[in-house]
């Protein structure tokens, strides 16, 4: 190329404008050549549908309405949460149930209860002996007897526990911060053994366990309808928000259908969590679940194919065409009100042109037949 400039420049026939305007073009040529990182590429119609993320999932659980009955409260939060992973990036896990909830104790519990009173009744008489001993998860200590076990616990290792508990709370700053440090690992190894043996006080303990789990558990008073609506206010604030892109609603309460309207109105996915199989919930939202779908694991395969789903219409959704007045006016403009007129005009006189020259001859005759009869 820098041989056929220069013998260009040679050449006395053209004159230095045409050299300096074939030097510009073989730059560009040689520049767009060998530089291929700069040349221009043709736009992704998917592109944005590639580089979005995964769906922001809320989870908003009813806890009057739907306690966990069919398993523990920890291992149906940790379930629940896994399959609201498979809808997408889960940053939003929220709880709401009154006073009440919390201090019931189900049937399952109190039977529970029962037998293992029954057994160290048993064991204290020496009627019974356990075939392998009770450890303390603490410090290993083995006892053949349940109640030693509490004895020991609550005796050691609980007076130990609130000793760190008042100490981390009279500190401040950074020494407070020191023994959050110092005495994390020991106050985890006390909740983990507190949870199995020492029976909670009041309820069963699932306001603790949700906790453990990852969720944000709100206790609302004990009017009638107070978590209904204090749960429904949430939603509708993260709505407003635009905080998440699917809703999951652990509930059976029909309170919540005109919720789920409007977040299907704006465009949200919805996904309801209940054992009621013709709610009135499930009719509206995109998908539905039982409890024991979700124990089973068999909610998390089916959400592979509900995202699916959701993906297609989100992609022929991008891809319908809709007219904007203001954009195409932008693109390539509009024709004036005289404009208009004029073409008006010029449409009725050709048409009125044509009405005439047809009047000119009957409709029943052919344009052959009258040039046969003039040239007669």
């Not at 940790?78 to 189900?106: C, M, T």
């Not at 024709?335 to 449409?347: F, I, K, W």
């Amino acid at each position: 190329m820098v041989n056929l400039v220069r013998f260009c420049v040679c050449d006395r026939r053209l004159d230095s404008s045409t050299v300096r305007t074939l030097t510009a073009v073989f730059r560009i040529i040689r520049h767009y050549h060998f530089n291929r990182n700069h040349t221009p590429k043709l736009p992704d119609p998917f592109a944005s549908v590639q580089s979005a993320g995964r769906n922001i999932v809320a989870v908003f659980w009813d806890l009057d309405n739907k306690p966990p009955r069919s398993a523990s409260p920890f291992d149906a939060a940790i379930r629940l949460k896994k399959a609201a992973e498979s809808f997408g990036a889960v940053r939003f896990k929220i709880a709401y149930a009154n006073q009440h909830s919390f201090d019931y104790v189900p049937p399952e519990i109190r039977v529970h209860r029962r037998d293992r009173k029954a057994l160290n009744q048993l064991e204290n008489k020496g009627i019974v002996k356990p075939v392998d001993p009770y450890i303390c998860r603490v410090c290993g200590r083995k006892f053949y007897n349940n109640e030693k076990l509490i004895i020991h616990f609550k005796q050691i290792h609980e007076s130990e526990h609130k000793k760190r508990v008042s100490q981390i709370e009279s500190a401040k700053g950074s020494q407070r911060v020191k023994l959050v440090g110092k005495y994390s690992m020991k106050m985890e190894k006390y909740n983990n053994a507190a949870r199995d043996i020492l029976t909670p006080k009041v309820g069963y303990g699932l306001g603790d366990e949700l906790k453990r789990a990852g969720y944000w558990v709100s206790v609302v008073s004990n009017k009638p309808q107070a978590a209904d609506v204090a749960l429904r206010n949430h939603m509708v604030d993260m709505m407003d928000r635009r905080q998440m892109e699917c809703l999951i609603l652990v509930s059976d309460d029909s309170d919540f259908v005109e919720v789920l309207k409007e977040a299907r109105l704006r465009c949200l996915k919805t996904v309801v969590v209940g054992d009621s199989n013709d709610g009135a919930l499930k009719r509206v939202s995109d998908a539905a679940f039982s409890w024991q779908e979700i124990i089973m694991g068999k909610a998390k395969k089916e959400a592979v194919s509900v995202v699916g789903r959701w993906k297609d219409s989100d992609i022929l959704r991008r891809l319908e065409w809709t007219y904007n007045y203001e954009r195409e006016r932008k693109l390539y403009g509009s024709c004036s009100e005289d404009d208009d007129q004029n073409d008006n005009l010029d449409v009725s006189n050709l048409i009125s042109d044509e009405i005439k020259t047809d009047q000119s001859h009957a409709w029943w005759k052919l344009d052959s037949d009258s040039d046969d009869a003039a040239s007669f």
